[in-house]
Nanobody, 123 residues
Framework: QVQLVESGGGLVQAGGSLRLSCAASGRTFSTYDMGWFRQAPGKEREFVAS???????YYANSVKGRFSISRDNAKNTVYLQMNILKPEDTAVYYCAAKKQSAPTNWSGTYDYWGQGTQVTVSS
């Protein structure tokens, strides 16, 4: 089945940048909608950004203008470029894949999930 592996997390000072990567297995990556979610301790998982199979992109209001999602189908990889990081961005970030191309970013519509990568922003 499809496996997702995130990388690129770390400890960054407020105002800094990180780029997360998600490498996917399988032969049908280009048909998936891909998303990034995050979860802070004691909080619910929340949507961050997504890029669908038609290359349309969506962002949570909290990251719009600071984060950028992209995909490289030749590498089976989706990226999340995070700029002007804030302490409230601190969370475990998860990559997710959706097969059905449902017109929603609700986490329940995503079929496959990575193990997560920790992002910590200090002030």
């Amino acid at each position: 089945q499809v496996q997702l592996v995130e990388s690129g997390g770390g400890l960054v000072q407020a105002g800094g940048s990180l780029r997360l990567s998600c490498a996917a297995s399988g032969r049908t990556f280009s048909t998936y909608d891909m998303g990034w979610f995050r979860q802070a301790p004691g909080k619910e998982r929340e949507f961050v950004a997504s890029v669908w199979r038609d290359s349309s992109v969506y962002y949570a209001n909290s990251v719009k203008g600071r984060f950028s999602i992209s995909r490289d189908n030749a590498k089976n990889t989706v990226y999340l470029q995070m700029n002007i990081l804030k302490p409230e961005d601190t969370a475990v970030y998860y990559c997710a894949a959706k097969k059905q191309s449902a017109p929603t970013n609700w986490s329940g519509t995503y079929d496959y999930w990575g193990q997560g990568t920790q992002v910590t922003v200090s002030s």
